[in-house]
């Protein structure tokens, strides 16, 4: 029985002092797989690796239950194709047998077409798997109820996340009670696609816990043992910032519109009334810009850090320059040639209303001259003038005959307001074939 019991703190990363300790080098062992028995209730391993997976964990609640809800909205808002990509890995985290076997009818039930199917799985982790619950540090002065519900919370999730870690990859976490934006897995693609060959550990497409984090499958491990080791210490949604900055992503990259909002009234703890909503949430479908990758650069004064680049993205982040001459301007060059089917520029924010480009053009050209660093285009073509501080035009590649090298937003008349130019949207129709 001793025997087992180490064996079993070992699997688990028990860190209750008194019991086990780990030595610096077991630490640093974070590309294995935790060594736990799952339980599948409902469906079978997957046959092929996916290219998401959405996990969910789930337990009893006293007042209301959202998971098969969050199941359906999953499904319906994907297309035929998207679904064929997705994976939804259904944790119920509960130790209470006979709910979870009327859960698992349920779903079965339900959503019987998508497990022959082979896209949802419903898995469980034995108690016996579980580190100790009670008697645990109770740091932030949080009552000794709610230190057990959440330090099981970061054990349910890591136990989930160590499931998963081979299903596809990438992995997004999702709470079980939340509705989905329509075609979400595109706007998720493109998002990934837009940020090829730059550094990122978490993306974010809700503002709330632990809802539509999207991480790396190859992170997953690491993350694993990390809520392992530090399960007691604080709820799930801190130690996921600790993570990502301990991995060298110190800034959030969150965006927007949001994919996921929170739709349960009743928290799963005590059955709290939680009405936190996300005001950035969209449920239609939206269409994310292309924004192919591209060198942006301006000779307008930049304030601070408010450089170029952090307007040609989908993050919640803005260029802010100091007042503009006539004759200013902030250019992208594209690394290759593109057709381009829409553009929007807007520009200031709800709090720097003034802060607009007051008189501007929009301008597109081709033949690229001059090396890497200083490539500009020979020739440009108007397409209009911005009005109220923002700029849109469609058809473009019905109106601009050339594969366009390069855009810029130029100033046509000085200002003494700042310009901020919050961001620059551009939709391809197709990639040249040069």
Known sequence: EGDKQLIRETATHQLNPERYVHSFKDLSNFSGSINISYRYLAGTPLPRKRYLTIGLSSVKRKKGNYLLETIKSIFEQSSYEELKEIAVVVQLADFDSDWCEGMVQDISQKFAHHIIAGRLIVIHVPEDYYPVLDGLKRNYNDPEDRVKFRSKQNVDYAFLLNFCANLSDYYVMLEDDVRCSKNFLTAVKKVITSREGSYWVTLEFSKLGYIGKLYHSHDLPRLAHFLLMFYQEMPCDWLLIHFRGLLAQKEVIRFKPSLFQ????????????????????????????????????????????????????????????????????????????IKISKIKVITGTEDRQNDILHHGALEVGEKIVGSKKGRQCTTYLRLGEFKNG????????????????????????????????RSISVWTSQTSSQ
């Open 390 to 421: 923002n700029f849109e035009i469609t058809d473009v590649e019905h109106k601009v005959l050339f594969d366009i090298n390069c855009m810029r937003i130029l100033v046509t008349k000085s200002q003494k307001e700042w310009l901020i130019i």
């Open 262 to 337: 929170h739709m349960g009234y009743y928290s799963s703890y005590k059955g709290a009334e939680n009405k936190l909503k996300d005001d950035d949430f969209e449920e239609e479908s939206f269409d994310i810009p292309d924004n192919p990758p591209a060198n942006l650069h301006t000779n307008m004064n930049v304030f601070e850090n408010y450089e170029a680049s952090k307007a040609y993205s989908s993050i919640d982040e803005y260029f802010w320059g100091k007042a503009p001459s006539s004759g200013d301007f902030y250019g992208i060059v594209f690394e290759k040639p």
